[in-house]
């Protein structure tokens, strides 16, 4: 039986009729689920096999951490917390296939107070749109920008910073980011045990 004083209402009747949100603050939302969050795991996916099966070195380098893996467990054993604890190669092709490309290609920003930057003031209040490509591929930061390289992952931090933010930083860091990269591991896992 209903609940005859629920009313049903579209996402978008409810977002509009908070007052607890500013206008720039709806429209910051509606932006932000519409382009930023939007098949970004499908997406990721689709570019791990891309750069993967452009790069017989990488998939072979893959397939042996994978075997090792999977030699480890039973036959029918699932994947474990502990297994990808140990996909620290996986981890890398992830990380380097998010820097290559960009699943998430900018982030939506407002300026809390006046920032200087490079000459430049940008006053509190105006809105930004950092691109994260302009990070990812910049020679200064990343030899050789638009090559595969999983090796430069090694021994460093592979989490979110000024230099790498496939999911966006700080407070704001895309609480599934995780999550995304735990599937593309287990997705891959799959894809170089079971298909040749």
């Known amino acids: ?57 990488c998939l072979e380098q893959l397939k042996r951490e994978h075997e090792s893996i999977r030699s480890s467990k039973g036959t029918e054993e699932f994947l474990t917390a502990e297994d990808y604890k140990k996909m620290e190669y996986t981890q ?43 990070v990812h591929l910049d020679p200064a930061l990343y030899p050789n920008p638009q090559e595969l390289d999983p090796g430069r992952w090694e021994g460093l931090n592979q989490t979110a910073g000024k230099k790498f933010a496939p999911f966006g930083g700080g407070l704001r860091l895309f609480p599934g980011s995780e999550l995304g990269k735990v599937e ?6 799959h894809l170089v045990h079971c298909y040749r």
């Open 92 to 134: 890398r092709v992830i990380n380097e296939t998010l820097r290559c490309g960009n699943v998430v290609k900018f982030v939506h920003r407002r300026a809390l107070k006046d920032v200087r930057y490079k000459g430049y003031v940008i006053p509190a209040g105006w809105k930004l749109l950092p691109v994260l490509s302009s």
């Open 1 to 57: 039986m209903e609940d005859s004083s629920f009313k049903k209402a579209a996402f978008l009747d409810v977002l509009l009729a908070s007052s607890d949100l500013s206008h720039d603050d709806k429209v910051t939302f509606v932006l932000d689920s519409l382009l930023a969050g939007y098949e970004t795991t499908s997406v990721l996916l689709s570019m791990l096999v891309y750069f993967v099966g452009h790069s017989p070195k």
């Open 184 to 189: 593309a591991a287990f997705f891959l896992h």
